[in-house]
């Protein structure tokens, strides 16, 4: 049997090891409350900075605030222009009469009666790698807006009821930050449709960035929500009816393969004879991302000749003893000399060009 002063010793051991626990975290709270560590003063300078750049030096964030700041993009960053993106006129033009412009020129918009504001939100929904990213980053760059890019983890959290503050968090700095812009990418992901075997947490969090987003209705806010998806179907009902301007963008038609290859190989050396009309009649059903790739891998043909042949000796180019030497123009074949790593698919076979069963409503 254990004895009564071994009991009595075991337990001011457990007591002793417990107040010193308690007094580790406490001084640790004391640190952090009174001198925060560096780090996190530079994390939070960060924050600012893009705020602080757009204008907003004054501004009074809170703890959720300063946790959405971190996903601001200033417009400067941002390198993808309405000029970049090729084939999309017409719903550049859109963009630019309904969305952009009553951004910046509010008065001139709500003088005369409050229908004419921007609307609260947008949709881009079409086939994966047709331009809907770099629609919504041109957006953000034309319209100096504070373009907060957000994604569905910076609003979750495991604590109960913080998901729905930094929901929070995320509309007052629009607001205070505004004009801006929530982007949402992959929005389907996020605002699904509701089920009944959604997660509590899931569903609160929905409910309250709705019940936000409908606060947006005073003429002065101007604060858009973005979104882009390729299975629109997928969005909440609800959410569909809080974005009124969709656009569809589908798979680039010939005109629009045209251009978006002109765009792509303004600054490479082409062959005399190299026909851009050919090779874009010749790339039915790729997108744009598709033709990037293609016209990425048809550049590397004439390196990888140069490489292969007597003169292209890497250590000489790395150490700059070989002088003079030019790669040949590109051409037509080079599209359709293939290394095995990305086979250009058959004509009209591209399964993304069906975007879904049923039309969306």
């Not at 640190?31 to 924050?47: E, L, M, N």
């Not at 020129?105 to 929904?125: C, D, E, I, Q, R």
């Not at 609160?204 to 606060?215: C, I, N, P, Q, R």
Request: aromatic residues 6%.
């Amino acid at each position: 049997m254990v004895s009564q002063g071994t009991k009595r010793a075991a337990f001011e051991v457990a007591i002793f090891l417990a107040s010193q626990a308690a007094l580790y975290y406490t001084m640790r709270w004391v640190i952090d409350a009174v001198a925060p560590d560096k780090k996190d003063s530079v994390v939070k300078a960060k924050q600012m900075e893009a705020l602080k750049r757009l204008g907003h030096k004054e501004l009074d964030l809170d703890e959720y605030e300063r946790k959405v700041a971190n996903e601001v993009i200033h417009p400067d960053d941002i390198k993808v222009t309405f000029t970049d993106i090729g084939g999309l006129d017409p719903i550049v033009s859109s963009l630019r009469e309904s969305v952009i412009y009553p951004l910046l020129y509010p008065n001139l918009f709500t003088s005369s009666s409050s229908l004419l504001g921007a609307p609260k939100g947008v949709l881009l929904f079409g086939p994966p790698g047709c331009g809907k990213t770099m629609l919504a980053k041109a957006l953000a760059k034309e319209s100096g807006a504070t373009f907060i890019n957000i994604a569905a983890s910076v609003l979750t959290n495991k604590w109960y009821g913080e998901s729905n503050k930094l929901v929070a968090g995320l509309f007052s700095l629009a607001r205070k930050a505004q004009p801006s812009i929530i982007f949402i990418d992959e929005i389907d992901s996020f605002l699904r449709e509701r089920t009944k075997g959604d997660h509590e947490v899931t569903g609160m969090m929905k409910a309250e960035f709705m019940t936000l987003w409908d606060g947006l209705t005073s003429g002065t806010d101007r604060i858009l929500v973005l979104g882009a998806t390729n299975r629109p179907n997928d969005i909440d009902s609800a959410i569909l009816r809080r974005m009124p301007k969709r656009f569809a963008i589908g798979l680039p038609n010939i005109e629009q393969r045209t251009k978006i290859l002109g765009l792509m190989l303004k600054d490479t050396k082409l062959s005399p004879d190299f026909s851009i009309a050919i090779l874009a009649e010749q790339t039915e059903g790729l997108s744009g991302s598709d033709l990037r790739e293609l016209c990425r891998n048809a550049a590397m043909v004439p390196v990888r000749e140069f490489m292969r042949s007597s003169t292209g000796n890497p250590k000489a180019l790395e150490k700059g003893q070989l002088e003079g030497f030019d790669l040949r123009p590109l051409s037509v074949d080079d599209f359709f000399a293939h290394d095995g790593s990305s086979p250009l698919p058959p004509r009209g076979a591209d399964l993304r060009s069906r975007l879904d069963d049923e039309p969306l409503d």
